[in-house]
């Protein structure tokens, strides 16, 4: 079985494809090297519609449009995903406001005991908080040098 690798940042305010894009980029490089990389948009290309993805929540939009955009699908998917895959790369790099439901991932990545690779520029960014920086296994400040340590990490 391949290693594998959960995909995990920030979605709400986004377009589908700026959500998605450095993610199909990293799967992309890491299959490469025989690692498989999860997104919490997979399946979910009937959010192309919407100018700008929300959280999700009460009011949204896609809510009863699929299951996997349901409060409850969501949750259970990227559960499962930050709790059983072989790492979780967290890229917060240009983030400009908090990602709750990242910062959600990687709680429950630490409390699971999966290493977490942070991808964040040092100094006053909206995810620069202690609970942060100390469940980081690794942090990094590009998305470049987050690939090559989940490679570093996952690879013999």
Not at 100 to 122: H, S
Request: aromatic letters at 6%.
């Amino acid at each position: 079985m391949k290693p594998s690798v959960y995909l995990a940042g920030p979605i709400t305010g986004l377009t589908y494809d700026e959500g998605q894009d450095w993610r199909d980029g990293a799967r992309l490089r890491l299959a490469k090297v025989g690692i498989d990389a999860y997104s919490p948009l997979r399946g979910k290309e009937y959010l192309r519609d919407h100018k700008r993805l929300d959280s999700g929540g009460h009011g949204s939009t896609y809510v009863g449009v699929n299951v996997l955009s349901d409060p409850a699908g969501i949750v259970a998917r990227d559960r499962r995903d930050c709790m059983t895959r072989d790492a979780v790369l967290v890229n917060f790099a240009g983030a400009e406001r908090v990602s709750i439901g990242t910062c959600i991932e990687f709680g429950w990545a630490n409390a699971a005991g999966v290493p977490i690779i942070l991808v964040m520029e040092k100094g006053d960014g909206p995810h620069n908080h202690a609970m942060i920086l100390r469940m980081a296994d690794y942090h990094v400040e590009t998305l470049d040098e987050g690939l090559e340590v989940v490679a570093a990490l996952l690879l013999p």
